[in-house]
Nanobody
Framework: QVQLVESGGGLMQAGGSLRLSCAAS????????MGWFRQAPGKEREFVAV??????YYGDSVKGRFTISRDGAKNMVYLQMNSLKPEDTAVYYC??????????????????WGQGTQVTVSS
């Protein structure tokens, strides 16, 4: 059974940094597609970043500020968030999908989701 558990969210001032972590069990992060999405109140779930076994993609709104990485030995995925803005405020979700061959930006294509972690950025 696949389980994803996020941690690292919190309250941060604009311009600050946070690192989110996703602990995976039942699935090897280096083999499957691992992504981060976020959802703000009243908005649809938004693609943030994803790492397939070979490629990394970022959403336009976070490109240059956020970095996705993984640690195969620990089976963890991370999202380093720098230069945070108030519009980054959302619940952030870790997600896992197939190894490849699908639209990685579409949340409906992911099989497994974590419970989410709240990130709040104050101005």
């Amino acid at each position: 059974q696949v389980q994803l558990v996020e941690s690292g969210g919190g309250l941060m001032q604009a311009g600050g940094s946070l690192r989110l972590s996703c602990a995976a069990s039942g699935r090897t992060v280096s083999t499957y597609t691992m992504g981060w999405f976020r959802q703000a109140p009243g908005k649809e779930r938004e693609f943030v970043a994803v790492r397939t076994w070979s490629t990394i993609y970022y959403g336009d709104s976070v490109k240059g500020r956020f970095t996705i990485s993984r640690d195969g030995a620990k089976n963890m995925v991370y999202l380093q968030m720098n230069s945070l803005k108030p519009e980054d405020t959302a619940v952030y979700y870790c997600a896992s999908g197939p190894s490849g061959g699908f639209d990685v930006r579409a949340p409906d294509n992911y099989n497994y989701w974590g419970q989410g972690t709240q990130v709040t950025v104050s101005s």
